[in-house]
């Protein structure tokens, strides 16, 4: 069965202050790792897929990266309009859906 | 702005009773899911449909049923309602390509159906 392992939970960073977010994987097959962001009251919005290991892509203040069993999501020098949850998702060889994590809450404080 | 449309916002009902939440999928998309949201369980997938076709469940109670209709709308029905189906349901859509192709697509949420069961 996939799993999906977010960390931390929760981060508090400041203005300016980079960091990054774990997302840890077990998939028998992985056929896309996915990030999305998510503001409260509001569903998730897309912002990477990632389909193998060493494979990296860019956003603005966001890289998101993939190794054969993680990804991370790089944040260089957040701004508070940054703060959001953000979601992990896999998709195995079993099916299209996607299998999320339970996000890393992230607020940048000025 | 997704492109996929969700009705109601807000829905507050009594347990046992049965209410019915509506998605239309981005324009073209053929491939609807129906994913609940609580804040100690996080996104859970529930069901997904394919051009009017279940394809594959997730963790959907027998309570709940959906379906999805010629013009390629769904509706997720759940019934016997208890408060711990409080949570939001989210619709997403996404274009659907079969099993054996190459398959990119990410899903394309809805805003979501905020449901309170008292």
């Known amino acids: 069965e996939d799993q999906v392992t977010q960390s931390p939970e929760a981060l508090r960073l400041q203005e300016g202050e980079s960091s990054s977010l774990n997302c840890s994987y077990t998939?028998?097959?992985?056929?896309?790792l996915f990030w999305y962001r998510q503001d409260p009251g509001k569903g998730p919005e897309f912002l990477f897929t990632?389909?193998?290991a060493g494979e990296e892509k860019e956003k603005e203040r966001l890289k998101a990266t993939l190794t054969k069993k993680e990804s991370f999501l790089h944040i260089t020098a957040p701004k508070p309009e940054d703060s959001a949850t953000y979601l992990c998702a896999v998709r195995s060889n079993s099916g299209y859906a996607l299998n999320f994590g339970k996000g890393t809450s992230l607020l940048v404080t000025p | 702005d997704s492109g996929v449309t969700q009705t109601p916002k807000h829905l507050i009902t009594a347990t046992g009773q049965r209410v019915t939440l509506r998605c239309s999928p981005r324009s073209g998309d053929l491939s609807v899911y129906w994913y609940q949201q609580s804040l100690d369980q996080g996104l859970q997938f529930l069901i997904q449909?394919?051009?009017?076709?279940?394809?594959a469940k997730g963790n959907i109670l027998e309570r709940f049923s959906a379906q999805q209709f010629p013009d390629l709308h769904s509706e997720l029905n759940l019934s016997s309602l208890e408060l711990g189906d409080s949570a939001l349901y989210f619709c997403a859509s996404s274009a659907q390509l079969e099993r054996g192709a190459s398959n990119t697509g990410e899903l394309f949420f809805g805003e979501g159906s905020r449901l309170t069961v008292l």
């Open positions: 449909y394919y051009n009017g076709e279940e394809r």
């Open positions: 990632l389909y193998s």
């Open positions: 998939v028998s097959g992985l056929r896309g």
